[in-house]
């Protein structure tokens, strides 16, 4: 490591710390000696001026905050000394210009997927279960009892090895026999499943909302089919979902079978209709086989979370340079969490290709930020405890960081949650920065795959769609290797430059979505699904 420093942008007054720094050190940097006047732990700030009170602090080249008492050159930014602050954005000043990266390598590029006939190529063949309503979970999960045991046979996990020596009273680390590992009966299809709490009681808005949800979810290209179950008095009925699902797809051709208690009589009885009637699709599902699609039909979902104070200099910009990429070759990166893009919405709206579009961000984020206020909250309390131990200590900070996972390239489309992302190039997509309720609103909007930076860790996954983390530092890749699939630590060190690193996360990316490697939330079983009821989460 060269440097012990670094400046993000050629306008910031404050650097990043490489490395940890104490009282007393000299750090010769751009010429100057500074000397370090508080003990920084690697990922903080250090002022590379004097700031007076309500001087502006510009981080990424943007406005990140306000002191909020002097701040000597040399000293440590911290949540005391600083105050989150954004610049507003009113209308767009300009049609920002770009210079698409060079992609003669990627152009003719395919990944084995599974094709629909709707033209939509998928990354995962899966036949998913799912409730209209919360009344239904203990009937998803009684099915899903039994097709994972059925259709699925593994050996006892290290988990149920030990509790099993705990009960026979012999040591932890004895070996047992183990269940013996069969193969499945299904070798090129998967069974998901779905629980939620909602479709019934809060505002009828809940419950549509939910219903385009679940209808991106059939919609999206790696499902091939779903069994659905309603109770039948609930909010969220039958005909909505039926309706959602016409909005997302005027003649969609894959099985969907719909089944409402209240009209099926006993629940041994509609669950022996549905198994019998399942089975059949899910093995008709099973002759689906992997095919050469182009990368472009790639759907990619950009999602952070346990950010760091190096995520938006390793792992957001490497993802950045990857989604420039697959924007290039016609392919749909998805960008969201709309919390963690104040302060850089001028930079977005100048990209956004039609003025509706850019009008339509602006109003989306207003009324955001206004309903975040209204609860006696607000974009400013974003950052987690986590994000502020490790450097992020305004949300404006965080947000330039967190924005740069979107690349450089001109947005095509804004979307509001549900909708369904149809064109090329990048989408916008307004969700929460709760991890799982935006990986779960990008994946319903079409997403095939997931790519998720962190800093802290996190082992967040989806039942339809592989997530793979990108650590943005190396100590998070060896601490946690079973939920880290790229390490994008050596951006940090001076030894991958952030086209590389991009590039890695590419080739990683196509491998995952021809099922050549797993993803690390996949082998873990993670599948998290949160529905946004639009109410404030930050």
């Known amino acids: 490591m060269k440097s012990k420093l670094i400046k993000v942008h050629p306008e910031d007054n404050v650097a990043v710390a490489l490395v940890d720094l104490y009282a007393g050190d000299t750090v010769d940097f751009e010429g100057k000696s500074i000397a370090i006047l508080t003990d920084s732990k690697a990922k903080h700030k250090i002022a590379l001026t004097d700031f007076k009170v309500n001087d502006p602090i510009y981080m990424y080249g943007v406005l990140v905050g306000k002191a909020l008492s002097a701040i000597n050159f040399g000293g440590l ?37 599974y094709h629909r006939e709707d033209g939509q190529v998928g990354t995962q063949n899966i036949w998913l279960f799912f409730p209209l309503v919360f009344c239904e979970n203990r009937n998803i999960e009684l099915l899903k009892d039994v097709f994972e045991k059925e259709l699925s046979f593994h050996k006892a996990s290290k988990q149920r090895q030990l509790l099993r020596n705990l009960i026979s009273g012999a040591p932890e680390d004895t070996a047992v026999a183990e269940i013996e590992e069969e193969q499945a009966i299904f070798d090129n299809i998967q ?29 999206n290209p790696n499902v091939a089919g779903a069994t659905v179950l309603s109770l039948g008095c609930q909010n969220l009925q039958i005909d909505i979902f039926k309706q959602a699902l016409a909005e997302k797809s005027a003649a969609i051709k894959k099985p969907v079978l719909i089944y409402e208690q209240q009209q099926e009589g006993t629940v041994d009885e509609m669950l022996s209709k549905i198994i019998k009637d399942s089975f059949e699709g899910i093995k008709k599902a099973n002759q689906i086989q992997r095919k050469p699609a182009s990368i472009s039909k790639l759907k990619m979902g950009l999602e952070c979370g346990g950010s760091d104070g190096f995520s938006g200099i390793s792992a957001n910009p490497a993802l950045g340079y990857a989604s420039d990429i697959l924007a290039a070759v016609g392919g749909s990166p998805i960008l969201s969490e709309f919390p963690e893009l104040c302060g850089v919405e001028q930079e ?45 200590i305004t949300d404006a900070m965080k947000s330039a960081g967190a924005a740069k996972k979107g690349g450089t390239s001109p947005i095509q489309a804004i979307l509001d949650y549900g909708e369904y992302v149809t064109k090329p190039g990048l989408n916008l997509l307004c969700t929460p920065g709760n ?104």
């Not at 998901?192 to 919609?219: E, M």
């Not at 206004?370 to 987690?384: E, L, W």
């Open 77 to 113: 930014l911290t949540t005391e000394n600083v105050k989150h602050e954004a610049n507003s954005v009113s209308k767009k000043t300009e049609t920002t210009s770009w210079t698409a990266p060079d992609i003669s390598k990627w152009k003719d590029r395919t990944f084995m997927g």
């Open 191 to 219: 069974v998901k499943f779905i629980t939620h709490q909602g479709g019934c009681g809060g505002i009828r808005q809940d419950s549509v909302s939910l219903s385009k949800l679940l209808a991106g979810y059939v919609n």
């Open 348 to 392: 977005l709206v100048n990209r956004c290709v039609s003025d509706e579009d850019a009008e339509r961000f602006m109003y989306l984020m207003k009324a955001y930020e206004k309903s975040a206020v209204d609860a006696g909250s607000g974009f400013d309390m974003n950052p987690s405890p986590g994000n502020i131990k490790d450097g992020l």
């Open 435 to 538: 991890d799982v309720e935006s990986t779960t609103a990008m994946v319903g909007s079409g997403a095939s795959v997931v790519v998720f930076t962190t800093g802290l860790g996190t082992p967040t996954g989806n039942p339809i769609a592989p997530v793979l983390k990108v650590a943005s530092n190396s100590t998070l890749a060896r601490r946690m290797p079973d939920i880290i699939d790229i390490d994008s630590g050596g951006v940090i060190r001076g030894e991958k430059t952030i086209e590389e690193m991009g590039e890695e996360i590419l080739e990683h990316v196509i491998q995952v979505a021809s099922g050549e490697i797993q993803s690390k939330a996949d082998a873990l079983g993670q599948d998290d699904f949160i529905p946004w009821k639009r109410g404030v989460s930050l």
